[in-house]
């Protein structure tokens, strides 16, 4: 009886088809890589699909002689050799520098095939959603003294607060979703959670794409640097303003715009953290393993959103349910 390829290795299997950023010109010093980006990338999705989020237990669980793994080890295969564990390691703990123009590229590329603004306008919500550290908490005492009361503290994480959850340990994950009816990660980074939003947006909005007019975003994008990498790409930034209301301009076409914002932005990030258990405490330490998970994540709901737009199913329902399957 012949075995139906599952969802997992279907989904990997389309990491050949989708359109990867250009490679730098200038290539680095040191010897040519062996092994693709595309190969790496396969990985990531098997890590985050599965819950792995270590080197060792993917190639643990790859050792395992079953017909599944075989299948994966298959996959994870280039020119007939498999990397060994430094070059996964290396590779792997290298692939957070690249993802952000990863999900880039990948956004780019939905917004041609969905059409999402085909009926709308063409906007863009900006926000940032904070996630939890693991581990305990180091309190700013300790920070100042340089003392880690315990080794399940992330030292690389950081403190801010929120108005809705208060003071946060952790980290913050920025995403420049579409504000149509579905909802499409175009760009997204993961920092420290001390980091200001208004810093970050610049280099988001350069992953958006052209036809893009509009980025809607709260008061913490109302600064000079995000108004300025707007006007250069000949958008207009609509955001919430300081000061108490009313106020005295067009302050009821900015409510409007502000609660698509909210609509696009609340609902993306709820139905993300929804669908990858990100609702309590990130499984990984450390910045660039969590930025691989994190980012890992929204490439992968990206991925998810194309197989199931090359499927004829719905890319709002059912992608948590879908993605448990595989």
């Given at each position: 009886?012949?075995?139906?390829?599952?969802?997992?290795?279907?989904?990997?299997?389309?990491?050949?088809?989708?359109?990867?950023?250009?490679?730098?010109?200038?290539?680095?010093?040191?010897?040519?890589?062996?092994?693709?980006?595309?190969?790496?990338?396969?990985?990531?999705?098997?890590?985050?699909?599965?819950?792995?989020?270590?080197?060792?237990?993917?190639?643990?669980?790859?050792?395992?002689?079953?017909?599944?793994?075989?299948?994966?080890?298959?996959?994870?295969?280039?020119?007939?050799?498999?990397?060994?564990?430094?070059?996964?390691?290396?590779?792997?703990?290298?692939?957070?520098?690249?993802?952000?123009?990863?999900?880039?590229?990948?956004?780019?590329?939905?917004?041609?095939?969905?059409?999402?603004?085909?009926?709308?306008?063409?906007?863009?919500?900006?926000?940032?959603?904070?996630?939890?550290?693991?581990?305990?908490?180091?309190?700013?005492?300790?920070?100042?003294?340089?003392?880690?009361?315990?080794?399940?503290?992330d030292t690389e994480a950081a403190w801010t607060k929120s108005g809705w959850h208060g003071w946060v340990y952790g980290w913050k994950l920025p995403v420049v979703a579409t504000v149509a009816a579905v909802w499409i990660p175009l760009a997204a980074e993961l920092t420290a959670a001390n980091r200001a939003d208004g810093a970050l947006a610049p280099a988001l909005l350069r992953e958006v794409p052209p036809e893009a007019r509009l980025?809607?975003?709260?008061?913490?994008?109302?600064?000079?640097?995000?108004?300025?990498?707007?006007?250069?790409?000949?958008?207009?930034?609509?955001?919430?303003?300081?000061?108490?209301?009313?106020?005295?301009?067009?302050?009821?076409?900015?409510?409007?715009?502000?609660?698509?914002?909210?609509?696009?932005?609340?609902?993306?990030?709820?139905?993300?953290?929804?669908?990858?258990?990100?609702?309590?405490?990130?499984?990984?330490?450390?910045?660039?393993?969590?930025?691989?998970?994190?980012?890992?994540?929204?490439?992968?709901?990206?991925?998810?959103?194309?197989?199931?737009?090359?499927?004829?199913?719905?890319?709002?329902?059912?992608?948590?349910?879908?993605?448990?399957?595989?």
């Open positions: 009886m012949m075995r139906r390829e599952s969802l997992l290795v279907l989904l990997v299997k389309l990491v050949d088809a989708v359109p990867l950023p250009p490679a730098p010109v200038k290539r680095r010093r040191g010897r040519p890589k062996r092994y693709p980006e595309r190969l790496f990338l396969k990985a990531l999705i098997i890590m985050i699909v599965r819950h792995v989020y270590t080197v060792h237990a993917l190639l643990s669980i790859l050792a395992e002689p079953t017909h599944e793994m075989q299948t994966w080890r298959a996959l994870l295969t280039a020119q007939g050799r498999f990397p060994a564990r430094r070059t996964w390691e290396r590779r792997l703990k290298a692939l957070p520098q690249t993802l952000p123009a990863q999900i880039g590229c990948l956004g780019r590329y939905l917004v041609m095939l969905v059409q999402p603004w085909e009926r709308c306008g063409r906007a863009v919500a900006c926000d940032s959603t904070l996630l939890q550290a693991r581990g305990g908490v180091w309190h700013k005492k300790h920070r100042e003294r340089g003392e880690v009361p315990h080794t399940s503290m980025v809607l975003g709260d008061r913490h994008y109302n600064v000079p640097s995000v108004r300025e990498a707007c006007a250069q790409s000949g958008r207009l930034l609509v955001t919430t303003r300081y000061g108490r209301y009313p106020h005295t301009d067009d302050g009821e076409v900015r409510r409007l715009f502000h609660k698509l914002r909210s609509l696009a932005s609340e609902n993306f990030n709820e139905h993300f953290k929804g669908i990858f258990d990100s609702h309590g405490q990130v499984p990984t330490k450390g910045l660039a393993n969590t930025q691989r998970f994190a980012l890992g994540a929204i490439w992968v709901y990206q991925l998810a959103l194309l197989y199931r737009f090359q499927n004829g199913l719905d890319l709002n329902v059912g992608l948590k349910a879908f993605l448990k399957a595989a």
